[in-house]
């Protein structure tokens, strides 16, 4: 009689279940590195729109020998990221627009051509936040849905790195206090030489690009995008000589540390003037400095030396940061 001897094939349960395990485990020792890797370049991505801006700015700079205004006195007339437009190949745009119409949103006449425009450059990758305006928000009160941008200027430091009380707003009824300090505030329009400290010790832009916690954990957008990213600066007293009671979009006077979470005092609202440099990257924010330059700043940065960077002219040692 011949037996037959038979070869089992394929795997038992527990057999399948170790190799799903052993899977199971690598992807998860992977997944962070990979995480870790589309973060370093979304962090690559942000550095790099920065150092385009200061491009653009540094541009501006050579044509008109001076930085551009901040935010104009009027909510009429746009903010520095509008001015910008023609040295981000933009000039077509920025012909097409009518100043003498409204730049909050819903825009109207030839403004209207701002609807629903998504340029590139002026967003964080890394940023949670929405990149047009959501109906009935502050950045977007009458309707419409204008671009947000997650890039600020920085107008100054409040208080004064040196003492001066000439150089920041007097009081603050209602939309916290503005600095005259800085490189690219409101109504300001000024030249490399106002940077007494030094361009490469002078921040000029700033991410505002992170929403903050408001309460327990629900999250709040609050960046510099009142109306949407393109108004100006508007004022029913000025900040300088009396209570202001103002409002104004893409300027910073800095006041807290990198990241402040809440709504510290001149921060409550997206039109306020205190508005903390904040972002989603891990550890600080990214910065650009008045000679070009890109920097990270991190969250641990001491506050101080902060005020000290935002001011143009304090002549203050700041060191290495």
Known sequence: ????????????????????????????????????????????????SLKQLGLALHNYHDIFN?????????????????????????AP???????????????????TV????????????????????????????????????DYVSIGGAYPDPAGRANVVSTSNYDGGYYGANGMMGVFQSLNISSATDGTSNTLILGENSDMTTTSGTAKTDLRSNYYGAWGGFTISQNPWSGAPDSWSTGVTTVRWPINTQGTPAGAV????????????HVGGAHVLMGDGATRFLSNNLDLNTLLRLSSRDDGQVIGEF
């Open 269 to 280: 609202h997206t039109w306020e003037a205190n508005l903390p440099l904040r972002s989603a």
């Open 93 to 111: 745009l920025f012909n097409r627009v009518d100043f003498s119409a409204s730049f909050t949103a819903p825009y109207s006449g030839n403004n």
């Open 114 to 149: 701002l609807q629903g425009i998504k340029l590139p450059g002026w967003n964080c990758p890394s940023s949670p936040c929405p990149i047009t305006g959501l109906a009935g928000s502050e950045q977007c009160w009458s309707g419409g849905n204008p671009q947000l941008i």
């Open 66 to 90: 001076r930085f551009p205004i901040g935010a104009q006195g009027s909510v009429s007339r746009p903010n520095w990221r509008f001015a910008l437009l023609p040295q981000l190949d933009q």
């Open 1 to 48: 009689m011949t037996t037959r001897l038979f070869r089992r094939l394929g795997f038992t349960l527990i057999e399948l279940l170790v190799v799903i395990a052993i899977i199971a485990v690598l992807i998860a020792l992977l997944l962070p590195a990979v995480q870790q890797a589309r973060e370093a370049a979304r962090r690559t991505q942000c550095k790099n």
